[in-house]
């Protein structure tokens, strides 16, 4: 995995193309990137196959059973309400399924980058629930809905992976009691889940911010104590997959002012937090909250 400055990124024949959606930057305030490959060891049991221009499926083979990994990144569309873009990007996502030899019920982890969340996120809940009805999905993946910088009439991009264990859902999901599940309020993702492949334990944490047990927003005028809140939940998450902050490989952090991304900076100092982060500045899901976080954690099993 590369993670950090677009300096990093390896040079070659065929230059990388990442796919930002919003205006990402690493600590330095230079553009940062994400890109993820795999290498197989020698003898393994390794198909990648390109299912599309933003689509692709991982076939692996651990412990005798089939593990499918799809990696999809929505077509973008123009056209149409926010609503209307979200169900094509999800009619998409379920067409790329389809295609990988998948269901919905694989889904493990979404995101949702709006162009003007604090007036389109209800939008985006109903094309969600009116499409996980139709699925019938009674597990939700972990998820992230950000506001974003999108091109002139494109309301919502949309990206998600799905893994397959001989055709079952492999993630697990689970919560912190720090804060309750999402749909109990409302939109239909869970704070967390596990999955185990690869020799790994892989852990998705959706975007946290400081929201209570009752799914309410803590005060923000406390800046510091808004952020505090939420890294405690970002932690207890971890920690109840018995990972700690040294395993995570790959963290976005979603700050809607100056101050509040201070507030991180100083939190990550006081504190010795020190993952690896992209810092963005945008629109969080409810328009009071300042602050949001999520990652992704990895550890190696021993054989």
């Known amino acids: 995995m590369v993670f950090g400055d677009v300096d990093l990124a390896p040079d070659g024949d065929r230059p990388l193309r990442p796919l930002t959606a919003g205006r990402q930057y690493a600590a330095t305030g230079r553009p940062g990137v994400e890109v993820t490959a795999i290498v197989p060891l020698p003898g393994a049991e390794v198909e990648v196959v390109a299912l599309g221009p933003g689509t692709r499926l991982v076939r692996t083979h651990e412990d005798g059973a089939e593990v499918r990994r799809l990696a999809h990144v929505a077509a973008p569309s123009r056209e149409g309400s926010t609503f209307e873009q979200s169900m094509a990007a999800l009619h998409g996502l379920e067409a790329a399924l389809t295609q990988a030899?998948?269901?919905?019920?694989?889904?493990?982890?979404?995101?949702?980058?709006?162009a003007d969340i604090e007036e389109t996120y209800a939008e985006l809940n109903k094309a969600r629930d009116a499409t996980f009805d139709r699925w019938k999905l009674t597990t939700y993946p972990a998820s992230t809905g950000i506001g974003a910088g999108l091109p002139p009439g494109q309301a919502v991009a949309v990206m998600a992976e799905a893994v397959a264990r001989d055709g079952a859902p492999a993630a697990t999901p689970f919560g912190t009691d720090l804060q309750c599940a999402?749909?109990?309020?409302?939109?239909?993702?869970?704070?967390?889940?596990?999955?185990?492949?690869?020799?790994?334990?892989?852990?998705?944490?959706?975007?946290?911010s400081s929201i209570d047990k009752?799914?309410?927003?803590?005060?923000?005028?406390?800046?510091?104590?808004?952020?505090?809140?939420?890294?405690?939940?970002?932690?207890?998450?971890?920690?109840?997959?018995?990972?700690?902050?040294?395993?995570?490989?790959?963290?976005?952090?979603?700050?809607?002012?100056?101050?509040?991304?201070?507030?991180?900076?100083?939190?990550?100092?006081?504190?010795g937090f020190t993952v690896p982060y992209l810092l963005n500045t945008v629109d969080v899901c409810r328009p009071e909250l300042r602050f949001e976080i999520e990652g992704r954690a990895v550890r190696r099993k021993p054989a």
């Open 182 to 208: 999402p749909y109990d309020y409302g939109p239909r993702f869970v704070r967390a889940n596990r999955s185990h492949r690869n020799g790994c334990e892989a852990v998705h944490v959706s975007g946290i």
């Open 214 to 271: 009752r799914g309410e927003s803590l005060p923000q005028d406390d800046v510091r104590a808004a952020v505090a809140y939420a890294m405690a939940s970002f932690t207890d998450l971890l920690a109840g997959a018995d990972l700690t902050p040294e395993d995570v490989v790959s963290c976005y952090v979603y700050c809607k002012d100056a101050e509040a991304r201070s507030a991180f900076e100083a939190h990550c100092s006081d504190g």
């Open 101 to 114: 030899g998948m269901e919905p019920r694989h889904l493990d982890r979404t995101w949702y980058f709006l």
